[in-house]
């Protein structure tokens, strides 16, 4: 599926590729709650990086989050002017990107279920809208995002 995205003040605008559109994976983590935001989660898509184009690349910025101490290889961009979170570029998988579907323009399709996961590590503000199909994680899922779309025979 073909999607476009956008950072609020309209800078960076990218397009991408996503054979994993569906936007099921709710993240807790404070990394996702501090740097996306998103009703105390943040969802990540799954796309073909090569496929990638951005117009206003020099508009955006990319930052590393530490864990436990170690900075992380993953880069999650972000607009300089109105710090929107754009996308997360990880070279350990570099046939990968990862748009946040906050920046996503292009209408996504309605997942199924969803899968909340890092619920250890949630602010305890967050009440999670768990559905009677979800299924929930304290830490990682057991399937990846590509796993999840085949199970459910939704691979665009």
């Known amino acids: 599926m073909q999607l476009k995205g956008s950072c609020h003040c309209g800078a960076i605008q990218f397009e991408v ?11 807790y983590c404070s990394i996702c709650r501090k740097t996306a ?20 690349e020099q ?3 990319v930052y590393h989050v530490r864990i436990d101490g170690q900075e992380s290889p993953a880069e999650r961009h972000f ?20 748009p946040f579907a906050s920046a996503i323009d292009t209408e996504l399709p309605r997942p199924p279920e969803r899968t909340h996961l890092m619920l250890g590590s949630k ?29 459910l025979n939704l691979t665009q």
């Not at 935001?37 to 206003?56: H, P």
């Not at 994680?137 to 999840?148: G, T, V």
């Open 17 to 27: 590729e996503a054979p994993h559109p569906y936007p099921y994976n709710l993240c």
């Open 37 to 56: 935001g998103g009703g105390g989660f943040a969802i990540n898509l799954g796309a073909d990086y090569k496929s990638l184009k951005i117009e206003g």
């Open 59 to 61: 508009k955006t910025a």
């Open 79 to 98: 607009c300089q002017i109105c710090a929107s979170a754009l996308w997360v570029y990880d070279p350990r998988w570099p046939e990968l990107v990862h």
């Open 123 to 151: 602010a305890g503000w967050v009440e999670p809208g768990i559905g009677p199909r979800d299924k929930c994680f304290d830490e990682y899922p057991d399937e990846s995002i590509e796993q999840w779309h085949q199970r």
